[in-house]
């Protein structure tokens, strides 16, 4: 069993629609969680960083931590073409280092 | 970008050749980490680097070497390259006081 598990989709959404996107872990000592967005052909980029339990908001860009069941959420809200990417969970037991990646998600907004 | 570039970008090479894949950072970054990506897998930490000359295994290290005589410089090296390290191959940097990594834009290597 992965340590990490993400539904890999694809996911297909319209325009304005909101997106969740979701990874189970199994390793409690996991403190730092975080989120990247990779479009096709380019290196991963990092799209937010979550320490510990709860929420925190940037833009369209929620994400969700729940330590007690084991599990981070993404939510992209007003969805746009330009949000189709590959996004990758990512998390660690201490800061950067080490980061134990999610296979990823495929999105797909539809104009 | 932010600083890190890989060279080559795309290669092909042969079974039972040696590669080395360069990953050159300009961020003066104490940590360095090479990862695989492939379909159904995500990416995975092949060797990773915490100074000159300190490096460690991954998940996925048989069949690759690392080297770090430089700062700004993390060679990754297959001995002889299989069919199966065929892969989309990622740099990636981060320091201390950061929090998540910055990427290169990857290295695609076919072995044929």
């Known amino acids: 069993q992965k340590e990490v598990e993400q539904d890999p989709g694809p996911l297909s959404v319209p325009e304005g629609a909101i997106v969740s996107l979701n990874c189970t872990y199994s390793?409690?000592?996991?403190?730092?969680f975080m989120w990247y967005r990779q479009y096709s052909r380019k290196g991963p980029e990092l799209l937010m960083y979550?320490?510990?339990?709860g929420n925190k908001e940037d833009g369209r860009f929620t994400a969700q931590v729940d330590k007690s069941s084991k599990y981070i959420s993404l939510f992209i809200r007003d969805s746009q073409p330009s949000d189709s990417a590959t996004y990758l969970c990512?998390?660690?037991?201490?800061?950067?280092?080490?980061?134990?990646f999610g296979q990823g998600t495929r999105l797909t907004i539809n104009p | 970008d932010a600083g890190i570039t890989q060279s080559p970008r795309h290669k092909v090479t042969e079974t039972g050749t040696p590669v080395t894949l360069r990953c050159h950072q300009t961020?003066?970054?104490?940590?360095m980490y090479w990862y695989r990506q492939d379909p159904g897998h995500g990416l995975r930490l092949i060797h990773y680097s915490y100074g000159v000359k300190d490096t460690d295994k991954g998940e996925v290290s048989d069949g690759y070497s690392v080297s770090r005589s430089k700062t700004e410089d993390f060679l990754l090296t297959l001995e002889s390259a299989t069919s199966s390290q065929t892969s989309v191959y990622f740099c990636a940097i981060t320091s201390t006081n950061n929090y998540g990594y910055t990427f290169g834009s990857g290295t695609r290597l076919t072995v044929v």
């Open positions: 961020e003066n970054h104490r940590y």
């Open positions: 390793n409690s000592a996991f403190q730092y």
């Open positions: 979550t320490y510990s339990s």
């Open positions: 990512a998390m660690s037991e201490d800061g950067a280092q080490k980061l134990v």
